[in-house]
């Protein structure tokens, strides 16, 4: 089942603008990660944040996790053309021995 | 490091027919593997947990019989879909998680089989 729902489903800035993604999320979790995947690609790692933690930096991006809330952002600062590709988060559930669970995904575009 | 590949990456078959999907891990050995399925425009919607040596772990609505997954070393998984039928075309991606790296939750995927069933 869908552990994830994100939104906005699709999100159209200019570049140069920040791009900020919701996922919100049902169960405990042990940690929640953010990919990418350009169209007909495979999934690229971004970021992962552990459930203890409530920020994390990487680069361009910026992730928080409020699990009281049971949801996280994750903010694209000075975005690129090549940045656009649909966002997925996934949460590794507490229990689960690891499997991921992916949201519905965010269809971002980025243009010139 | 920890690339994951898979082969092939598209192929076309003609309905009642078998296709096996490979997915390796080039630079690492995996005790697991995972496989997931995405239909066009959706997520990815995990369909079984592939232990190296052991029977897999499939995903309450996963058919295990057509969905046949072997695990035979620890850097090969294969998906056979047995008797595919056009509703099993879909985008087919598997991931790894590294051995050595029991202390990251991190998986590598590959990058994805298209399959197209006629």
């Known amino acids: 089942s869908q552990q994830g729902e994100e939104d906005p489903q699709a999100l159209s800035i200019q570049e140069g603008e920040n791009a900020t993604m919701n996922c919100s999320y049902k169960t405990s979790i042990n940690n929640l990660q953010w990919y990418r995947q350009n169209s007909g690609r495979g999934l690229v790692h971004l970021i992962l944040?552990?459930?203890?933690?409530r920020e994390k930096h990487s680069g361009r991006l910026r992730v928080t996790l409020d699990t009281s809330k049971k949801s996280s952002s994750l903010l694209i600062t000075a975005s690129r053309a090549a940045d656009t590709a649909s966002y997925f988060c996934a949460t590794d559930r507490a229990g689960t021995a690891s499997k991921l669970t992916f949201g519905t995904g965010t269809r971002l575009q980025v243009t010139l | 490091g920890a690339v994951v590949s898979q082969h092939p990456s598209r192929v076309i078959c003609k309905s009642g027919t078998s296709v096996k999907i490979e997915c390796r891990s080039l630079?690492?050995?995996?005790?697991?593997m995972f496989w997931y399925r995405q239909f066009p425009k959706q997520s990815l919607m995990l369909m079984a947990t592939s232990n190296e040596g052991s029977k897999a772990t499939y995903e309450q609505g996963v058919e295990k019989d057509k969905f046949l997954i072997n695990h035979a070393s620890l850097t090969l998984s294969t998906l056979t879909v047995t008797s595919a039928h056009p509703e099993d075309s879909s985008f087919y991606i598997c991931?790894?998680?590294?051995?050595?790296?029991?202390?990251?939750?991190?998986?590598?995927f590959g990058p994805g089989t298209r399959l197209t069933v006629l």
């Open positions: 944040i552990r459930s203890n933690e």
């Open positions: 630079d690492f050995q995996a005790t697991t």
């Open positions: 991931s790894a998680r590294n051995l050595l790296q029991t202390f990251t939750d991190t998986q590598y």
